[in-house]
């Protein structure tokens, strides 16, 4: 459930016209809610009421400062992947207590500044990673605290980029060779284990993957206390999916109840690192019809957002519905939404029965609160867009859009070429 919602015929979030923030802030921009992703955090964060749990919001997903800082203060902490991250959730003001450091490519400087922070575990995914972090750890007096990243080798049936949890994927350590090197790990002067960890992928769409992941798990740690390794804290890594279109996942307490039952007597504190069912349908693409023209038998519609705005479906073929921000009695024809990009790629809808858009319309991609502007670029030297949070009957700028300036910031003309 979302706050986007029609009054009369017009696009609204919570208490604000759509057309309103379009007119004074301009075209391409994004629109979170805060009624909706307060609502989200809860639901998540309810489901698990009854077991010891934080959850470690995944920050990739929207890593906008003004989103991790709603999440904070509701109690959450922070999965990072990248010094970058940790420094915008410092400045969002987390608990370094609350966050957990993922990734298969951490560098010493980045492993460094998270000693420093002291935060609650990284999530180890090789052996040489492992004794990097002891070793960063011995120079700077300090111990670091680490869960190893298992791979689980499950099939989490989602797209081929986003499955992260069989064994030919990158992500993780091995199951089979988790349990030695949970005992190399134990041999190492600066590091305490504290945990286990897996995140099997994205936008799944089932409950089984999860529980196969977590029975397997399970069975390591009773391995593990067997040998007196004493596993605190079970990450189980983020990847509920949500709907788009017509995919049916599993509600939040579902999965919660689910979970709690199969991990019943393992006496952990869970952490979960939800992204995509915290703040997809917390946000939404505005954009606006520049032009439309009709080609042999296919009829285009030319809006001022492009995939270098939102990448997913040009890169994953992701389906957002697309709406009018107001509905006219026009109706429907079938038509590619495409964007200003030189690309035949630059789509972000194919083949789709949609509104008949005229110049001037705005439109709304929906579903677009994740992995949406956090993806962004650049491309075609475009300024990124703004951002823009909806609260109650109040809307607040929380990224300003870029300006030609801004694209070009840190780019030099060294002095032979300055005749
Ligand atoms: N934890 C780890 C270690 C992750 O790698 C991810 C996502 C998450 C948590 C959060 O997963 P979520 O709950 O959002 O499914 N760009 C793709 C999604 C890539 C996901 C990468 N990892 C997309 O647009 O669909």
């Not at 089932?206 to 804290?233: H, M, W």
Request: hydrophobic residues 40%; proline residues 4%.
């Amino acid at each position: 459930m979302n706050y986007f919602h029609y009054v009369e015929n017009e696009l609204w979030c919570e208490e604000v016209p759509v057309t309103n923030i379009a007119e004074e802030v301009g075209t391409p921009f994004y629109l979170y809610s805060h009624r909706t992703l307060d609502r989200h955090f809860n639901v998540f964060d309810e489901a698990f009421a009854d077991v010891p749990h934080i959850i470690c919001f995944s920050s990739k997903a929207n890593s906008n400062i003004a989103i991790l800082r709603v999440i904070i203060k509701k109690g959450g902490g922070m999965d990072i992947v990248s010094g970058g991250e940790l420094y915008r959730a410092l400045l969002a003001g987390v608990d370094p207590k609350k966050v957990v450091y993922s990734g298969v490519g951490k560098r010493e400087d980045e492993i460094r500044f998270a000693i420093e922070n002291e935060i609650l575990m990284f999530n180890v995914e090789s052996s040489q990673e492992l004794e990097i972090i002891n070793f960063c750890a011995g120079k700077m007096n300090k111990r670091a605290r680490i869960s190893l990243r298992v791979n689980p080798d499950v099939d989490s049936k989602t797209h081929s980029y986003i499955s992260t949890g069989l064994k030919e994927n990158k992500f993780g350590i091995n199951i089979h060779n988790a349990f030695d090197e949970y005992h190399q790990a134990k041999k190492l002067e600066h590091i305490d284990i504290i945990g286990i960890d897996c995140h099997i992928g994205s936008q799944i769409t089932k409950v089984s993957p999860f529980l196969d992941a977590l029975g397997r798990l399970t069975n390591l740690i009773n391995l593990l206390r067997e040998d007196d390794i004493d596993i605190q804290y079970l990450d189980l890594g983020g990847g509920l999916g949500i709907t788009y279109d017509e995919e049916n996942p599993p509600h939040p307490t579902e999965y919660a109840e689910a979970i709690i039952s199969r991990a019943k007597g393992i006496n952990c504190t869970f952490i979960f690192e939800p992204g995509r069912v915290i703040m997809g349908n917390a946000g939404i693409l505005v954009s606006r019809v520049l032009y439309t023209k009709s080609n042999a038998d296919k009829n285009f519609i030319i809006v001022d957002a492009g995939m270098n705005d939102l990448i997913r479906p040009s890169l994953y073929n992701s389906y957002h519905q697309i709406q009018a921000v107001i509905q006219k009695e026009r109706g429907l024809f079938s038509a590619d939404v495409v964007g200003p990009i030189c690309e035949s790629g630059d789509f972000l809808a194919k083949n789709r029965v949609v509104p008949r858009f005229e110049r001037g319309d705005l439109l709304a991609v929906m579903s677009a609160g994740a992995y949406s502007f956090s993806m962004s670029s650049n491309y075609n030297s475009r300024p990124r867009v703004a951002e823009v949070l909806v609260k109650d009957d109040q809307y607040y700028v929380i990224k300003r859009r870029e300006t030609y300036e801004d694209i070009v910031r840190g780019e030099d003309i060294p002095g032979f070429l300055q005749e």
